[in-house]
């Protein structure tokens, strides 16, 4: 319809029923989950053989750093470490973890494996009571996953580490 032009009865109700559609039409977003590449590390344990292997990049990762953090080597079929994440970093005596935001970086990696690890700053490294809670119930979800935890660490200071795996507490 132009300028000056009275529209007629007919075009008017086209017009009513193109808005009230439009109005009704919602918009769903579409979402692409990528994983980015931060960096990289070097390293001379690329292949995780045992705890003092996963404790030698854990300790290189966690280096220097004044309040606790928690991350994930993600591995492959070989225990080649394709990945590290920060999962969470807390205060100097906690850190917040859920079980989503582990395994989130992980099945994106796809990986076939995961060690958790975790700092203490104070430098003793046996594990609390939460510690351990969190390592079974990242264990169980891991489990319907099919992603296999195989050790947490918690590292302390002057080389010293404490493995669940060696405990025999996985």
């Given at each position: 319809?132009?300028?000056?032009?009275?529209?007629?009865?007919?075009?008017?109700?086209?017009?009513?029923?193109?808005?009230?559609?439009?109005?009704k039409q919602t918009r769903i977003p579409i979402y692409r989950v990528t994983l980015v590449r931060e960096g990289k590390m070097p390293t001379y344990e690329s292949r995780i053989r045992s705890s003092a292997s996963a404790h030698t990049v854990l300790q290189e990762y966690l280096?220097?750093?004044?309040?606790?953090h928690f991350v994930i080597l993600m591995l492959d079929?070989?225990?080649?470490?394709?990945?590290?994440?920060?999962?969470?970093?807390?205060?100097?005596?906690?850190?917040?973890?859920?079980?989503?935001?582990?395994?989130?970086?992980?099945?994106?990696?796809?990986?076939?494996?995961?060690?958790?690890?975790?700092?203490?700053?104070?430098?003793d490294p046996q594990p609390s009571k939460e510690d351990r809670a969190i390592t079974q119930r990242l264990k169980e979800a891991g489990a319907l996953l099919g992603i296999n935890v195989l050790d947490h660490l918690v590292i302390?200071?002057?080389?010293?580490?404490?493995?669940?795996?060696?405990?025999?507490l996985l």
């Amino acid at each position: 319809m132009k300028y000056g032009q009275t529209a007629t009865t007919t075009q008017m109700t086209l017009l009513a029923e193109e808005k009230t559609t439009k109005a009704k039409q919602t918009r769903i977003p579409i979402y692409r989950v990528t994983l980015v590449r931060e960096g990289k590390m070097p390293t001379y344990e690329s292949r995780i053989r045992s705890s003092a292997s996963a404790h030698t990049v854990l300790q290189e990762y966690l280096a220097d750093t004044d309040r606790e953090h928690f991350v994930i080597l993600m591995l492959d079929q070989k225990n080649q470490v394709i990945g590290i994440n920060t999962v969470s970093i807390g205060s100097l005596t906690a850190s917040v973890v859920h079980p989503r935001e582990v395994y989130k970086p992980a099945i994106l990696s796809n990986c076939a494996a995961l060690i958790l690890g975790h700092n203490h700053p104070s430098g003793d490294p046996q594990p609390s009571k939460e510690d351990r809670a969190i390592t079974q119930r990242l264990k169980e979800a891991g489990a319907l996953l099919g992603i296999n935890v195989l050790d947490h660490l918690v590292i302390g200071a002057d080389g010293r580490y404490f493995s669940f795996a060696d405990d025999n507490l996985l």
